[in-house]
């Protein structure tokens, strides 16, 4: 089945302490999105890529970086995460086809502690 | 701007009651609509969606009609499930848009 897949599922890191997420996709989508989704909240969106044009959000901290490799692999790197980063990360993923973009689908998160 | 406005949570049913979460959206132009679940621990995951005026989204047992009249998209089911237990999220989107803007949620329990 063609699908989102994040891994690690759990991740722990100490206060400072680079970590990088990882996710992939098998649907070939152009789009890439990175969400971030503390408790009982909706989800927050980070940035996108676009094929290779990375496009972030203007309240994104500088702490955030995101890197695509190819269409299928994208990462979230997270510079020296705070107390605050600890969250659930989501990627997801659509189609942008003749000036419209198709249905986000999610993977199944990273669930980030820091320590 | 646009928003999504859905119903206070949490909602707490027993098995087989006929279930109504509402979701209103503010938008310019006719934006796509969509319900997303998410279980406990798990990602989002689309549940059904509508791109345009009366357009009905339905999945496992649930639907949502797109009203343009009322700028509403309301989910109903008709006997939930101990399964459905989960947090669900109202969203929207513009046909050009990347952005997906979420209501904050309803956490729906279901009790046997």
């Known amino acids: 089945d063609a699908m989102v897949i994040q891994n690690p599922r759990y991740q722990v890191t100490q206060f400072g302490k680079p970590v990088t997420l990882s996710c992939s996709q098998t649907l070939n989508h152009n789009v890439m999105y990175w969400y971030q989704q503390k408790s009982s909240q909706a989800p927050k969106l980070l940035f996108h890529y676009y094929d290779k044009d990375f496009n972030n959000e203007a309240d994104t901290p500088d702490n955030f970086q995101s890197r695509r490799p190819n269409t299928s692999f994208c990462f979230l790197d997270i510079r020296s995460p705070g107390l605050g980063d600890a969250a659930m990360y989501l990627c997801?993923?659509?189609?942008?086809?003749?000036?419209?973009?198709?249905?986000?689908?999610f993977g199944p998160g990273t669930r980030l502690t820091v320590l | 701007g646009n928003s999504v406005t859905q119903m206070e949570g949490p909602v707490t049913l027993s098995e087989e009651a006929f279930l109504t979460i509402n979701c209103t959206y503010t938008?310019?132009?006719?934006?796509?609509l969509f319900w997303y679940v998410q279980y406990p621990g798990e990602g989002l995951q689309l549940l059904l969606k509508?791109?345009?005026?009366?357009d009905k989204g339905s999945n496992k047992g649930f639907e949502a009609t797109y009203r343009k009249e009322t700028t509403s998209f309301h989910l109903e089911k008709g006997s939930v499930q101990v399964s459905d237990s989960a947090v669900y999220f109202c969203a929207q989107k513009g046909a050009g848009s990347y952005q997906l803007t979420f209501g904050k949620g309803t956490k729906l329990s279901v009790i046997p």
């Open positions: 938008a310019t132009g006719y934006p796509s």
């Open positions: 509508a791109t345009k005026a009366d």
């Open positions: 997801a993923t659509s189609s942008f086809f003749a000036g419209a973009v198709d249905t986000q689908y």
